[in-house]
């Protein structure tokens, strides 16, 4: 009797217990359904996230690119030392009127006969020209601590501010950039050369001394500048380079800054009163690019040359005469001698002023 009602309880639990069973399963298949949905929106809101992130980093390294672009654009026309100059005396921005005074080397380097030489060309020759040899010239500027600081038509301004060194740093860069040039200067020829063009031949000017750096302008319209007797110096050597038939003309000042006869052979050229300047200026020519026959030439005959200019300012124009002589038999094709006889006798014969310090005023 009691087997009999426990059967059909039996098979109600167990019944029971299947439902529950099944209720248990789809639950659980519920709840990880949800859990794997809810994996899969993390999972994508992640993604959202990654994705959001890498727009976001490609943005900044646009900009970055960008800004890279536009310093090296800003600095083909404002030198990147110019800032570095301004940040050294505690300035990190342009602003109109900035002005700092420093001790750097000045360069000035001219094309020789330029005008004749432009005339034959056509604009776009022209242009095609300047530009060629503006870029083999900036090299040895470069590669000698200096910057460019502005082109004036075929001419160069460079300056030397070597970052962190002494003023003989800067005159030693300077003259080696002088050199370096006519080193370019050569291969550049034989290029032109080869192809069926006429040499060009450059001068140089250098000098060492205080300048004033600083920017100029107005609100819409600003340039840096560097301004100074210094340059103006510098600029007057270099025109100075044809007349007494030298390639480099350099102070005595940068000469002595760079403590230059320990690195380089020389020769005095002159003793001169530069335009726009009062006091005179002891000249010399950097002989040190040329092949070693020309420079013991020059050598044998810069003592009889010093000679010379200290008779003259004694106004011993016989004396000086003499010496000037001396140094034409030794050689003579050489230019310079010729003008210290032209300039002797030329004062020698004029009604010269009581002051008159023996100094030549060349223009």
Not at 12 to 39: C, D, G, K
Not at 135 to 163: C, E, S, T, V, Y
Not at 252 to 280: C, F, H, M
Request: with cysteine; net charge negative.
């Amino acid at each position: 009797m009691i087997e009999q009602l426990m059967q059909p309880l039996t098979i109600l639990l167990l019944t029971i217990i299947a439902v529950l069973v099944v209720i248990l399963l789809r639950m659980r298949n519920r709840l990880e359904t949800r859990q794997q949905e809810h994996s899969s929106q993390l999972s994508h809101s992640q993604i959202q996230r990654s994705e959001q992130d890498a727009e976001t980093e490609q943005r900044f390294l646009n900009k970055a690119d960008e800004a890279l672009r536009l310093t090296q654009t800003f600095q083909k026309f404002v030198p990147r030392q110019f800032v570095e100059h301004f940040a050294k005396h505690g300035s990190n921005t342009l602003e109109l009127g900035r002005a700092d005074e420093d001790e750097v080397a000045i360069l000035f380097c001219d094309i020789r006969g330029f005008t004749g030489l432009s005339e034959r060309m056509t604009p776009q020759e022209l242009m095609k020209f300047l530009n060629s040899y503006f870029l083999r010239m900036n090299d040895p500027i470069h590669q000698n601590g200096g910057f460019i600081d502005k082109f004036i038509g075929d001419a160069i301004m460079a300056l030397f501010d070597h970052p962190n060194g002494s003023n003989q740093d800067k005159a030693v860069d300077a003259l080696n950039a002088a050199v370096d040039l006519r080193y370019a200067l050569n291969i550049y020829n034989q290029h032109r050369s080869n192809s069926g063009y006429p040499p060009v031949n450059i001068g140089v000017g250098v000098h060492f001394g205080p300048v004033i750096i600083g920017t100029v302008g107005s609100d819409d319209r600003m340039d840096t500048t560097v301004i100074g007797d210094s340059v103006n110096i510098a600029f007057r050597l270099e025109t100075l380079a044809p007349i007494l038939g030298a390639d480099i003309v350099v102070s005595a000042q940068v000469l002595k800054t760079a403590n230059a006869s320990e690195k380089y052979t020389y020769r005095i050229l002159d003793w001169v009163r530069v335009k726009g300047r009062k006091t005179p200026v002891e000249i010399y020519e950097i002989l040190s690019h040329l092949p070693e026959d020309e420079q013991e030439l020059k050598l044998a005959t810069a003592e009889h040359i010093e000679k010379g200019i200290k008779a003259r300012i004694n106004k011993d124009w016989n004396g000086a005469l003499q010496c000037f002589g001396q140094a034409l038999e030794i050689s003579p094709k050489d230019p310079l001698i010729t003008h210290h006889i032209e300039q002797c006798q030329r004062a020698k014969h004029s009604d010269l002023a009581k002051d008159w310090d023996g100094a030549l005023t060349l223009q």
